[in-house]
């Protein structure tokens, strides 16, 4: 595996690949990865011919009050585990390259951002939409693969593919989960033991969700308030939002007809965990 710091040079990579007429697969991550990630690069592995991952924790999408500075590092363990995954091109980027000290150009996707995580992480999605502009024109990949754990980011990016006319296919990959159903991030080594046995709590509410519309519920207020005491009932839990939305527009829905996404966003001490779940009647 080759590692490239220089976005020149990913730049001058990217291009002799596309000479040999090579499909390029793409993974942006913020690094200190788990299995979640290793199943991203697995599927863009199998759907090209070069594999390029990206390491860059992005300054733009964390608020003044968030864990930008604290965000996890280790790209000593990073490395073998890419390695190991036959990943073709690590691409580790420093901040002052992509983000020089004259930097002004932003792109914002605007009805997709506002709710959601948008409505409590101001900037977030317009950080996560501009470094990923910035990245697909360095690397130009032929398709990238998020995980629907992160289900906004990837609507975000899916629009902004689509109105920005880019070239390239999004690749959709379901939410990998530890054994008892925690959906894996890069925060959850952030839960002390106690938390980390609260942080299920995620998962049973969207399952007790699902149980209660497959049941017949339809009341949105009710669903909504029931899950959010359910989830208050395991200690150290402070729910956010728990939203019904159209798993499409991202916008409420008035009434449950068709699949809705059930999206939660909830504290488990000072980590903030999302998770979401399609329930299709
Ligand atoms: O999901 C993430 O890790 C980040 O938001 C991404 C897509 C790498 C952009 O910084």
Do not use: W
């Given at each position: 595996m080759e590692i490239v710091?220089?976005?020149?040079?990913?730049?001058?990579?990217?291009?002799?690949?596309?000479k040999e007429g090579y499909r390029i697969g793409f993974v942006p991550t913020m690094g200190y990865l788990h299995e979640g990630h290793l199943s991203l690069i697995r599927l863009a592995k199998c759907k090209s011919d070069r594999t390029v991952v990206s390491i860059f924790?992005?300054?733009?999408?964390?608020?003044?009050?968030e864990d930008f500075q604290a965000y996890p590092r280790d790209l000593e363990r990073d490395?073998?585990?890419?390695?190991?995954?036959?990943?073709?091109?690590?691409?580790?980027?420093?901040?002052?390259?992509?983000?020089?000290?004259?930097?002004q150009t932003y792109v914002e996707v605007t009805h997709l951002s506002s709710g959601l995580c948008g409505a409590f992480r101001s900037g977030h999605f317009k950080g996560v939409a501009t470094i990923l502009l910035k990245l697909f024109n360095i690397v130009k990949p032929d398709l990238a693969v998020f995980g629907e754990k992160d289900y906004q980011q990837i609507r975000v990016v899916e629009q902004m593919v689509k109105d920005l006319d880019l070239d390239m296919e999004i690749l959709r990959h379901p939410i990998v989960r530890e054994e008892?159903?925690?959906?894996?991030?890069?925060?959850?080594?952030?839960?002390?033991?106690?938390?980390?046995?609260?942080?299920?709590?995620?998962?049973?509410?969207?399952?007790?969700?699902?149980?209660?519309?497959l049941g017949g519920e339809r009341d949105l207020t009710k669903i909504r308030e029931l899950t959010k005491e359910?989830?208050?009932?395991?200690?150290?839990?402070?729910?956010?939002?728990?939203?019904?939305?159209h798993p499409h527009t991202l916008q409420s829905v008035e009434e449950i007809r068709g699949p809705v996404l059930v999206a939660l966003a909830v504290f488990v001490g000072?980590?903030?965990?999302?998770?979401?779940?399609?329930?299709?009647?």
């Open positions: 710091k220089s976005k020149e040079q990913m730049k001058a990579i990217s291009r002799g690949f596309k924790v992005n300054p733009l999408q964390f608020g003044p009050n490395i073998p585990l890419l390695e190991k995954e036959g990943v073709d091109i690590l691409f580790v980027p420093e901040v002052e390259d992509i983000y020089p000290a004259d930097y008892d159903g925690l959906a894996m991030s890069s925060r959850n080594t952030y839960l002390s033991s106690e938390e980390r046995r609260s942080a299920l709590s995620l998962y049973q509410a969207l399952k007790f969700v699902e149980r209660l519309i359910y989830i208050e009932s395991f200690p150290h839990t402070k729910v956010q939002y728990v939203e019904i939305v000072k980590t903030r965990l999302i998770d979401n779940k399609i329930i299709d009647l």
